[in-house]
């Protein structure tokens, strides 16, 4: 059984040059966060020569010898770093990884206890992967701030949980273009299906299909535009909405004849924060309240080993 592209879609694309204040910007982000959970943006005004440097940068960790990714694993203690055995809900997906801190603070601490194990053989590759997270906390910032305009709250509502003390980061991912026994594996998906457990999902994606999401009983392929950046929702933003906004269930397919690659930065609040809706009245709230901490950590443990039943929002729904 061959798993096969699904309906494609174009998801709502949202030109934020006009100001992410801007009441067209704000209403039509409602409706595609309400409707989809995903959208592309373009008009970022992201210099195009620092995308691609940096995606020549991801393209060629990825060409390093095994034996040098190998040396760069992640470890019990440092989750940063390479990997190619995770696991979604328990599954093994076919894809190879690279964790980066994106809090620049901690990268700029030299005596942090978690360093980024940032290959020898490329040393430009600290300096634009810190150029490229710069460039995307602040689009997060931003699009967080529109987020809560939506939900009619201030534009600050949601800042004390992820100024400087965000928990967000950086991945590489590589799909590798798969033999025809393998590709042919029903069993075999590059990423299977999940929510993300933070807030944003920010991608920076290569032109290669592969990314679908869910919706009315049926897997809809996103179709990538050049030079856009692809986004989605994550749980904690569907708490702080009170279910207004739902986390979408997504998936990526394996990659049959071009390898795929793609960047996403994961916007996740302050271990501190306890996630909440943004309701006046507490009795109208749908969710208990999340330690983000515990969520986060019963998520990451089931990437990297079978730990049962993967922790869900669901879980803390009243």
Request: proline share 6%; aromatic share 12%.
């Amino acid at each position: 059984m061959v798993i096969r592209l699904g309906m494609s879609l174009n998801i709502p694309t949202l030109d934020i040059s006009q100001g992410f204040d801007s009441p067209a910007l704000i209403e039509e982000l409602s409706l595609a966060c309400e409707q989809w959970g995903f959208f592309q943006i373009i008009g970022h005004g992201i210099d195009p020569d620092l995308r691609s440097q940096f995606f020549t940068s991801v393209t060629k960790f990825f060409e390093m010898k095994k034996s040098e990714k190998v040396s760069l694993s992640r470890t019990q203690e440092n989750f940063w770093g390479y990997y190619d055995k995770e696991l979604t809900k328990n599954r093994l997906d076919k894809k190879e990884i690279f964790d980066i801190d994106a809090n620049l603070d901690n990268l700029a601490d030299p005596t942090i206890n978690t360093p980024v194990p940032w290959p020898n053989s490329m040393p430009e590759l600290e300096s634009i992967s810190k150029d490229w997270l710069h460039v995307c906390e602040v689009i997060n910032q931003q699009l967080l701030g529109a987020i809560c305009l939506c939900l009619g709250e201030s534009i600050e509502a949601l800042n004390p949980f992820f100024i400087k003390q965000h928990s967000s980061f950086l991945r590489f991912n590589y799909y590798p273009a798969l033999d025809s026994d393998d590709f042919n594996n029903s069993e075999n998906l590059g990423i299977h299906p999940h929510t993300d457990a933070g807030a944003l999902t920010l991608l920076a994606h290569d032109i290669v299909p592969g990314l679908q999401v869910y919706k009315g009983e049926t897997w809809h392929t996103i179709i990538p535009i050049e030079d856009s950046l692809i986004v989605n929702i994550g749980d904690m933003i569907q708490v702080w909405s009170n279910d207004r906004f739902n986390a979408p269930l997504h998936r990526v397919l394996k990659s049959s004849v071009d390898p795929r690659y793609s960047a996403p930065y994961f916007y996740n609040p302050s271990y501190a924060t306890i996630c909440k809706p943004l309701l006046a009245n507490s009795s109208e709230s749908v969710f208990n309240p999340v330690p983000w901490q515990e969520f986060r950590s019963g998520r990451a443990a089931g990437d990297y080993a079978d730990q049962g039943e993967e922790i869900q929002i669901s879980w803390y729904r009243k």
